[in-house]
């Protein structure tokens, strides 16, 4: 081998052919490498959701052996007289579990008002036509009310949302303002000694996806649930005159309307919800569960505060008939799903569907 000035003799570069070999190589290696690294991408944000889950139990927990009951699905101040002179009972049991998540501060804004704004003592009612963009506490997004799946779309100024929802058990015509056969019931701290279906048999905290403007329906429709089992969403969009702004599922998380922030078993997980509004979002309603993870699993926290994932595909029992009233006994219509969710209602659930 001779050499020349600025030359190697009979050193040579790749050829094309080469070239594409070793990219097609890259390619297929990067091909293979993806679906684990997605994969585990995916794992790592079902595990900060099932944190968040258990965070919110053992707050409950926590606030349970402070007070000796858990905390209610609505309560509040009533103020029903003016916009901001209360807020209207409409304060969801997320805003009680602040003090128990590091939220003290929060909390005690909250619960001072604020006079020089005629903001009454715990807070203004959570409604966007009282200039809902200049009270900090109900635009704060809490970190741990969010899957991390969730699509980050939340405007300026919106309220806060939340992921995880209320268990109200299998009622319908109860929720806003009766007994229910649930773990939540709205101005009622149940006590643990209510539970004697077991605090590990009881669902507590459901996941339930942020939607947009609910359809609406009578009582009477929705007191026979199959007619809105795997209905068409344009079907359903077709139905009713568009509510106001920051209406659905999940938009708001101190309000404890139950639109909002609560879950009736009834409708199976991943199904659109459907109430009865017509004036007022106050209302009744077929509220169901669903999730941001693939594969139509969903996480559930118990009464004890045990997390679990369960799938989509759980037995929902007879749709054809009537939703449950009140505090009523026996079991539910509707299958193990809505059999995790009583209190007493003697079911014994034997093997939970799911991983």
Known sequence: MRYEKGSCVGCRGFTLVELLVVLAIISTLIGLLLPAVQAAREAARRLQCSNNLKNIGLAMLNYETTYKRYPALRSGTEGFDTLTAGNHHRLSGFVLLLPFIEQQPMYQEIMNGDPTRNIARGGPFPGPFIGMEQYIPWTTQLPWLRCPNEPDERPLGSPGTTNYGMSVGDNLLDVVNGRTRGFFQSNYWRKMGEISDGVSNTLAYIEQKVDGPLDWRTIEDLSFPYQFYNVCPLCRMLRGSPPPLYYGRGRRWMDGAPVYTSVNTILPPFQSSIS??????????????????????????????????ISGDIDYGDLRIAPPLGDTLGRSPYGTWGELSTIRSGEVIEELPGQ
């Open 276 to 309: 009865n509004r017509r004036t007022h979002d106050l209302v009744n309603g077929l509220y169901t569960a669903g999730s941001y993870h693939p594969g139509r699993l969903l996480q559930v926290c118990f009464a004890d505060g045990a997390v679990r994932t």
